[in-house]
């Protein structure tokens, strides 16, 4: 019987793959448009986009980012997010100016900040001088990744909550002086913003 279930499902997903692969591209992209936006849709989504995505060739930049940016957020949404960033970072090349995905792959990166620093305070109540130096390089390298996501993000849609977690990163690594040029960095960031992900 369960040899019987995993056949029909293997017949399921073979046709399913082969289906994506003869589809018109168009027909396919519009799917996958319309089930990306219903959360009861969300697999089906997944599916959809990894299969355009296996079809890259015939998708323009525009579209190519868009499946990036949706899937990225998809695979956070399913709390996946080390699946998530290789596809932020592809919108981010393929769509510099849309400041959303810097700040979704910020909250990512922020997450394994928090969790190496934790390390840190450990390290420091176990008096224990080599790891909490070992440890704290760690975290001061995550920060410095994670920094320029929020800084773009705070150019170009500022608000106080974003500058005070830049303000306290940067204490946190103990690089307070790097806050005295932000307004600079801000304002040569800021020159290029987009608030909408288009695909046309």
């Not at 810097?102 to 224990?128: H, M, P, Q």
């Not at 993000?153 to 690089?175: F, G, H, V, W």
Request: aromatic share 10%.
């Amino acid at each position: 019987m369960k040899k019987t279930y995993f056949f029909t499902l293997l017949i399921l997903f073979v046709g399913q793959v082969a289906l994506s692969q003869t589809k018109p591209i168009k027909d396919l992209y519009w799917d996958y448009s319309q089930m990306r936006m219903d959360p009861a849709t969300r697999t089906q989504a997944k599916d959809k986009a990894l299969a355009l995505l296996a079809r890259s060739t015939e998708l323009t930049e525009k579209q190519l980012a868009n499946v990036n940016f949706h899937l990225g957020r998809i695979y956070e949404e399913i709390k996946e997010p080390d699946k998530a960033v290789p596809h932020y970072e592809q919108a981010i090349k393929l769509a510099p100016a849309y400041y959303v995905t810097y700040r979704a792959l910020g909250f990512i990166y922020l997450k394994k900040c928090d969790s190496i620093g934790r390390t840190v305070t450990e390290a420091a109540k176990a008096k224990n001088a080599k790891l909490h130096a070992e440890r704290f390089s760690a975290y001061k390298n995550e920060v410095s990744k994670t920094l320029p996501y929020f800084e773009k993000s705070q150019a170009c849609d500022p608000d106080e909550r974003t500058l005070a977690m830049i303000t306290n990163l940067y204490n946190s690594i103990k690089n307070p002086q790097a806050l005295l040029t932000l307004d600079e960095r801000l304002k040569k960031l800021g020159g290029e913003c987009a608030s909408l992900l288009d695909d046309e």
